[in-house]
C-alpha cells in the first residue's frame, strides 16, 4: 500500500498518461497544482509533500512537479514509490 498522506500537506501522483492528481483528485491544469504548491508552502509548519510518480510517466512530468514545489517555496519533499523500479 502507498504510504500514508502527510498531514496537512498532499500526495501528488503523476500518472503514465500524464495525469496529475493530488491526493487522489484529477488536476485540471498546473495552475490547479501550483495553488496547491502555494497553500502548504504558506503553513507555519509546512508539512511533506510526497511525490509519486507512476514507472512509466515520462520524467519532465516529475521535474514540472519538483519545479513548481522549489519555485513555491515547497521546503519538504519526498519522492515515494521508488520499490517499482527495483528489478
Do not use: C, F
Not at 503514465?16 to 485540471?28: F, K, T
Amino acid at each position: 500500500p502507498p504510504p500514508p498522506t502527510p498531514r496537512g500537506g498532499g500526495a501528488v501522483e503523476s500518472g503514465a498518461d500524464g495525469a496529475g492528481r493530488w491526493n487522489g483528485e484529477l488536476l485540471a491544469d498546473r495552475a490547479g497544482l501550483e495553488a496547491r504548491l502555494t497553500a502548504v508552502a504558506a503553513q507555519a509548519e509546512p508539512p511533506e509533500l510526497h511525490i509519486r510518480p507512476d514507472r512509466n510517466v515520462e520524467y519532465r512530468s516529475v521535474a514540472m512537479v519538483l519545479s513548481s514545489a522549489q519555485r513555491l517555496g515547497v521546503t519538504k519533499l519526498g519522492i515515494v514509490g521508488n520499490e517499482q523500479y527495483a528489478r
